[in-house]
């Protein structure tokens, strides 16, 4: 709003209006004493109380000018007022958005756990697990753009709530000059005083939610870090289990990173079958042990496009090619692909897991 002009006098109000009332006494005085007196005495008394009278009513109009201004500062103090709350508003509900994505984070978290165990314990549904493990990659991904699109909203609201802030600043240095001037303009500063208190103490309360306001900022920024260390510590579980799969069904796993599983895997059952012979391990540790081994053997089946055979007690590597080739002087064939299992062509032990290379 544009403000109307200012006048500006010499005199102080106060002493104009002091002026004008003791005018009028002085020229009955001066009557009084010499009634006689010419009439351009009296003439220009009268022009002194008409300039006064014009001096006072311009006082008045700069007081009301500056009334006028300082009800502007007001107003504007109530639209940052709501502009604030409105943000506040906002805050909240992106708060309670960033509470529900780290509710689903940590139910996806619960559901990859029981995805895993139910791979470990049958290989049958490892399909399934696959569908779903892909199914909870993209709601992952979805998240993490949602929580993207929540920051960028943070940083919005921060954003616009430094501009309101300098408005606010800026506000308050203007009402603190519209207050001074209209102390000097008025004499009665008791009831001016008192509304100047009054801004001052909203002002104050605006200092406080300000300040309310960066501490839930500085909480929405702590739960969205936790929010990123949980999707980081997922992303390594997902490559964890990704390189247990054939780059066919998804995952990273290299031949030689097979074998090698393959070759620990074979270790540990040949310690286990040992250890069972003796009555050392019980049927349960040599079931997981070839498990285990089964499991191994069948990423690198995968990888090298072959099968797999269940060593039987009493086999060898030249019963088994008979068996599967139909002639056993190709035993070397199944030697070679299974030199990362076995120690020796004559070392198979019951329930080993062999590859088998197609005929």
């Not at 009296?42 to 006028?68: K, Y």
């Not at 919005?156 to 000059?177: P, V, W």
């Amino acid at each position: 709003m544009r403000r109307p002009p200012i006048r500006r006098h010499t005199l102080p109000a106060a002493l104009v209006i002091a002026a004008a009332l003791a005018c009028p006494a002085a020229l009955a005085q001066e009557q009084s004493d010499d009634s006689g007196a010419p009439a351009d005495t009296l003439a220009s008394a009268q022009t002194r109380i008409t300039g006064l009278e014009n001096d006072l009513s311009d006082a008045r109009d700069r007081a009301d000018n500056l009334e006028s201004q300082l009800d502007d500062a007001r107003e504007r103090v109530e639209s940052l007022e709501q502009q604030l709350t409105e943000r506040t508003d906002a805050r909240d509900r992106l708060r309670n958005e960033l509470d529900k994505a780290k509710e689903q984070v940590g139910s996806l978290e619960a559901e990859t756990a029981e995805l895993r165990k139910q791979l470990t314990a049958t290989q049958g549904k490892r399909d399934a697990f696959e569908q779903q493990l892909a199914e909870r990659t993209d709601t992952r991904d979805r998240l993490r753009g949602e929580l993207g699109k929540a920051k960028e909203r943070i940083d919005s609201l921060e954003a616009e709530t430094a501009d309101l802030r300098e408005q606010l600043t800026a506000t308050r240095k203007e009402q603190g000059r519209l207050t001074e001037a209209l102390q000097k303009a008025r004499q009665q500063g008791e009831e001016t005083a008192a509304t100047l208190d009054d801004a001052r103490g909203t002002i104050d309360n605006q200092k406080s939610t300000i300040a309310q306001l960066r501490e839930r900022a500085g909480t929405l920024k702590d739960s969205l870090d936790q929010a990123r260390a949980t999707v980081k510590s997922r992303e390594q579980t997902i490559a964890g289990l990704r390189a247990q799969l054939a780059p066919a069904n998804g995952g990273t796993a290299s031949l030689d990173e097979a074998r090698a599983q393959a070759s620990e895997a074979a270790a540990h059952f040949r310690d286990v079958h040992a250890a069972h012979r003796r009555d050392e391990a019980d049927d349960q540790a040599l079931a997981e042990a070839r498990q285990a081994l089964r499991v191994a053997q069948s990423l690198v089946a995968r990888l090298e496009h072959e099968g797999l055979y269940d060593v039987r007690g009493g086999d060898t590597l030249g019963q088994v090619a008979a068996r599967l080739y139909g002639e056993a002087n190709r035993w070397p064939t199944l030697y070679e692909a299974n030199r990362h299992v076995l120690e020796n062509p004559d070392t198979l032990r019951d329930g080993m897991i062999l590859v088998t290379p197609a005929p």
